[in-house]
């Protein structure tokens, strides 16, 4: 199967994330069965998940590894394809709520995984709002690594609600990601950078992590995070700026204190 | 839009179909008051009246987006303390004796505090007391000075510690449907029921599920016991005939649809923190107009049959609404008599109260009861010309019209656009499926 053409996958850039596009989400993380996203990964359990029986959730938890990098709002998939070969034993999801874009990214990942058999299989998308069923996907402290590249600016005041990044969604990343677990944001919108650094700098749980730490030196992820994307490669084109921020989640200050007193 | 709050020095509230609201003191009918006459309801009908803990105030939703504090002095009268004028309408509210926190339709959550400082008679409700946004609509709340608790109707009841706001977030996930009513236990477990028919504990803070019971285990079990105003020991037929008249199944077009068992309403009313004594009330959609099932939480966790259905002749009219005598009065009378009642309120404007206990050790199949006398003093109320001829009002509201809505992913209506837009996506997939394979098969030949 050849690699698909972007040309039969066009769709308009923005999509209401508030309103119901009848999306289907599992109650519960350990009722989604992800063995159709990672075929040779994760085995699909033989018995009916039934999660009132604690004993087999348990077995199937040992056995099958979790996902730990999540791209929200991954485009056509170029960062999880560049992701995909550096890091072989980490699972990786996308999250998109275009239909064609994540047809395109789907048909993409299957035709990878017919040309080069065996690499290719810790990655995989799905169609889902982000905003809205992000938590019932995942246990909390499960992720380790969340993606927000080129978010949509949402210029409009009215429309900031429709920021991938707010208070209140904060939150919610806060209680998915591990501890020391890291957000990388990237855009090329200034006012969008200062909003989501702003955001980030009130919450407690999060502080930044400059970007001339050696961390970051070292972290293979970022070259990819700002230029393996279809907005990134378009940014360069167009000569545009890139801003960078990477944030760490941090031990809740409220809990540390109040053990050390 | 109709409902009935008692509060916990022995008020209690009821507001009409017609909108017209008054309020009535248990043991003393002859103080009552009238207290508005228009009330607009929401998209969900519920929450509309409620009463703080220390039965202080009350909260009643006014005309047009307002909604209406009254606080009580010298504990004879209800005054009208402050109109909250809010820009959408409210799903939920809930208040604490300090504050009350309402929630819109958009989700967005906020905090007015109960101790007014200013002697204005209007409050605008703005920005500066949003405390949470949450991004889907939300249902049932209970907030309480430690933390929030939001049932929204994307099957997730979500907890916020709450002075902190954006710290120490979890999650009840588990339901399969919209979470339509939360009810706080004590501080370590409260109870949600949902469109999906089960009713769930959970517990708090670590929002582990405990147990989970769906309403079609209820239906099958319960011992049905029927009620009527009027009783003829002798002629058993008409007492038939009476119970098959009073039982018209409501059934949502389909019968196996999901909507049919989920929870229209529920109640409880626990003033004991042991279970036995922990009782709960609820309706099931297809049987709401009549029926009422009564169980204890302990029956919940093990059956052991204390279970029962109540079914109200058509005398009485439809069920609009019930609801449990308050924690403190219970108390009174649990060191007394251990008694609870709940309070039922039917269209034709008629109140009834039952004796919960004395109901779930019954085995009898009819009841007739004596009207009580309280109870009777009210209804004359509440019939007499004086309550009603102030409000001409007579419009009612489908309530179950803004139900179905709910379910809207999983209702085959042929209306729903959710699921017409859906069939389009797949339509278009199919095709572009086909001209990608026409293509390669082009560029295959060529």
Known sequence: MSLPQKKFYRQRAHSNPLSDHSIDYPVRHDAMDWSSHYPLVIKSSEQSPDHESSVSNKRRKVENPLIEFVDIGCGYGGLLVALAPLFPDKLMLGME????????????????REQYPGQYTNISCLRTNAMKYLPTYFQKGQLSKMFFLYPDPHFKKAKHKWRIINKQLLAEYAYLLRVDGLVYTCTDVL???????????????????????????????????????????????????????????IEDPYITKSSDS | MPEIAISSTGWLAICLRN??????????????????????????????????????????????????VYIAKDEFFWQLQKIIIVEK??????????????????????????????????????????IIKHSSMILDMISNESFILIADQNKKIC????????????????????VSHLKLIDNYRFLSASG?????????????????IHSKIFVLLSKEIFYTQLFHSENQTFIENYRLDAKPDEFCSDPSSIINYSIWKMDIASFNSNDSNIYIAFSIYFQRLHSIYLTTLLNMKELINEQRKLIFDSSYGTIIDYCFSSKAILHDDYRTNSKCYLYILFDSNTLLKIDVISILS?????????????????????ASKEFHSINN???TVSDDILYKELFKNHLESSDNCCSKRKNDRIDQEQRKKQICSQMEENISIA
């Open chain 2, 393 to 395: 009002n007579n419009t």
């Open chain 1, 191 to 249: 006012d969008l950078h200062q909003w989501m650094c702003s955001c980030f700098d009130e919450f407690p749980l999060f502080e930044r992590i400059d970007n001339d730490d050696p961390v970051l030196k070292n972290d293979p992820c970022i070259e990819h995070v700002v230029g393996s994307t279809e907005e990134g490669k378009k940014v360069e084109r167009n000569k545009g700026d890139k801003y960078l921020a990477v944030f760490r989640r």
């Open chain 2, 362 to 382: 019954c085995d009898k199949t009819e009841l007739f009861i004596k009207p009580d006398e309280d109870v009777q003093e009210i209804n004359n109320i509440l």
């Open chain 2, 89 to 130: 309408f409210i799903t939920a509210l809930d208040l604490t004796n300090e504050f009350l926190c309402i929630v819109n339709k958009n989700g967005d959550i906020y905090k007015i505090d109960l101790l007014f400082n200013d002697n204005s008679k209007h409050l605008i409700l703005n920005d500066e007391y949003c």
């Open chain 2, 196 to 212: 999906d028919g089960t009713l769930r504990l959970w517990s708090l803070p670590d929002c582990k599920p405990l147990v989970f």
């Open chain 2, 19 to 68: 909108g017209i609201a008054g309020i009535f003191h248990m043991k003393d009918t002859s103080l009552w008051q009238y207290l508005q006459s228009e009330s607009k309801s929401n998209d969900l009908n519920r929450n509309l009246i409620k009463f703080s803990p220390n039965g202080q105030v009350l909260i009643i939703t006014g005309e047009n987006k307002q909604l209406n």
């Open chain 1, 97 to 112: 709520l275009r239909v064609k874009v994540l047809d395109y990214v789907l048909d993409r990942i299957r035709a990878l």
């Open chain 2, 159 to 178: 907890l916020n510690s709450y002075p902190d706001i954006s710290q120490n977030q979890s999650y009840c996930l588990g339901h399969t449907e919209f």
